[in-house]
Every structure is written in C-alpha cells, then in structure tokens.
C-alpha cells in the first residue's frame, strides 16, 4: 500500500472514465498529425475552472507541474542567476534549478514551519534572488502560506515569483488562492497540478495563470508540440467533470484529519496540513519506524526531517491499516 508520493489513491470515477476515453478515441482519429501546439481547448477549460477573470492567454501547461517549473526556471533563472525558497520544502526545486544552471538557495522558516512577512521580506532582501519558488501549502510539511506573505515578498523583491499550489483544492473551502493577487503583478505567476486533487498523477499534466508576456516567456523554452493530442483530450475530458472529480477531496480531507487526530492520541507530533499529507514528529528511529511499516505492507515516506515521516491520506481502508500498523509498532519518542 503506496502512501509516499502523495498520490491522489481513489480511483478516476467509472463514468467520468468513460468520458475521457470517448475524447481520446476522437483524438486518436487524427494522431497522424501533430497536436494543437497552442493546447488552446485545454487553457480555455483551465481558464474556466480556475476562474478569477483568467483567459486562454493567462494560461500555460505542460507535462506536470514539474515540466511547467522548469520552463519558468529555463526562462527566467539559468547560470549567474539565484532560485530562492524556504526549506523545507519541495524537493524537485534545487534539482531544477540546478538542471538549468542556477543556483539554489535554500532560505529558513520558523520551528512550526510557518514563514512570516518580516523573515520573508528580510531573506528575500538578503538574498536578492532572481526567482522565488513558494509552495502553499507547503510540501513536505502541508503548512499553509499567507497572501499577506506572497504580497510582501512580491514588493520587497524585482524576480520572477511562483506561488506553487499544487495542493490548494485541500486547502479549507474558504481559503483564498494567489489567484486574487495576480492582477497588476506581472512577475506572479500560480502553478497548480492535475495529480493531486484530480486523481491525474499518471497522466501528467500541470498548468499555471500568469500575465500574457510571462506565458510568451514560456513559448522561447518549451520543446514543440510538448502536450501530446492524447494528454490534451484527457485533460479536457477531466476538467468537463470537475465537479464529479473533485467529490473525493472532502473524503481525503476527513481522512487526513483522522490521521492527524489519532498521530496525536498515539503520542506522535502531527503538523498542521493544508495538504493530501501528513507530516509528524516524534518519532525516535524514523528509519526503524519507516521499516517496520513497510514490513507490515505500508509504504510512507521519510522526507529527511530528524524524527520526522510523512504520510498521504488515502482512502478510510488505507487509513485504517496505516494507523493500525502504527499502532502496533509502539515507536513514538
């Protein structure tokens, strides 16, 4: 049982399988030719889904999120140039900087995991970076970030920034995105991704809304045809039927409390999470606890946080065995 990589384990819904397959085998009529290289009924249908007044021409998407990442940093960073975040965090982040030929710089967040107008506005001023990744909520720790932060290192800085929301539709029902802070900041730009909260992980596709002239950016980097006609259809299918798509997150947000509830009454230390995931302390030997885990068929994650796992909420059977494992395994400091 796979609970590492924060998968999204329920299953796409029957029917709404059956829509994407029916759109594939329409694009399959034409797959001789080179898909549409604009992808421009995929960014209408993020533009959609995304709302806040966003359009076709504030939309770009890749392969993941991870391949739109790195046509931000292949536009923007590359050698003689920093990409700064507040470790820890994502870890593909110093690999694609590095993979361009820029520098990682790994700022600092408070013992909660928290980060604070006052430390950002002052590391980001220290550091001067060219790029600036945040991720909200923040993997591996799932701790949410302020607007208030994104607006203030915005202002104290004259680089490119990112607000990565990979694992917003987790987030409370009422939590605002960076979205609403797009509109006359031309050097924002907000990623999300289809693997989470769209159950897509296999599928690969990631997307962002930013200012026209950023997605143009993009355009000088980008290999041709990146979407293949198939992924295209896929995404289009799944994003006709959000609302079906989206019914398990309330699920996976029960469970991921759950989690967090019985962590604490086991007598570990759960974080708060905004995210699909769980990251708890406490626990005296994460390599032995890790092992004993997996021994017992659970698979979590030991993301290199001295005493410290990180587990995915998956579905309630998944849950319950995690939890029964652990429970039995008594290793909590």
């Known amino acids: 049982m796979a609970l590492n990589v924060n998968e999204n384990t329920h299953p796409v ?6 829509d994407i397959l029916d759109e594939i085998a329409v694009a399959l009529h034409d797959v001789n030719r080179y898909p549409d290289r604009e992808f421009t009924e995929l960014r209408e249908g993020f533009a959609n889904y995304l709302g806040h007044g966003l359009e076709a021409k504030n939309i770009w998407a890749g392969n993941g999120s991870n391949e739109v990442l790195q046509h931000i940093l292949q536009a923007f960073a590359g050698p003689g140039r920093t990409v700064f975040g507040f470790a820890p965090t994502y870890s593909m982040y110093p690999l694609l900087a590095q993979g361009t030929g820029a520098t990682w710089v790994a700022g600092t967040r408070h013992p909660d995991y928290e980060v604070t107008v006052d430390d950002a506005v002052a590391q980001v001023r220290d550091n001067d970076p060219d790029v600036i990744l945040l991720c909200s909520p923040n993997n591996p720790t799932g701790t949410p970030l302020s607007l208030d932060v994104v607006e203030a290192v915005y202002e104290a800085s ?7 929301e990979a ?3 987790f987030a409370p029902k009422d939590a605002p995105s960076a ?14 991704t289809m693997s989470k909260a769209f159950a897509f992980a296999g599928a690969r596709v990631g997307y962002l809304a930013a200012d026209p002239a950023f997605i143009d950016a993009l355009r000088l980097v980008r290999l041709p ?5 198939l992924t295209q259809a896929a995404a289009v299918a799944a994003l006709r039927n959000a609302p079906t798509m989206l019914a398990m997150v309330d699920e996976i947000v029960g469970q991921r409390d759950r989690i967090s509830a019985t962590l604490e009454a086991l007598g570990y ?4 999470s905004w995210a699909n995931f769980v990251l708890f302390g406490g626990v005296s030997d994460p390599s032995a606890t890790w092992r004993a885990l997996y021994d017992k068929g659970v698979l979590i994650r030991d993301v ?24 039995s395994i008594g290793s909590a400091s």
């Open 13 to 18: 819904p029957e029917g709404v399988a059956s």
């Open 158 to 164: 004259s680089g490119i920034v990112i607000v990565d």
């Open 167 to 169: 694992y917003q539709e």
């Open 179 to 192: 979205l609403s802070l797009r509109e006359g900041r031309p050097r924002l730009a907000v990623s999300r």
């Open 225 to 229: 045809y990146h979407l293949s006609a």
């Open 269 to 272: 230390t759960p974080h708060p």
């Open 304 to 327: 290199g946080i001295p005493q410290h796992l990180r587990v995915t909420a998956g579905t309630e059977a998944e849950t319950t065995a995690f939890l029964d494992a652990l429970a």
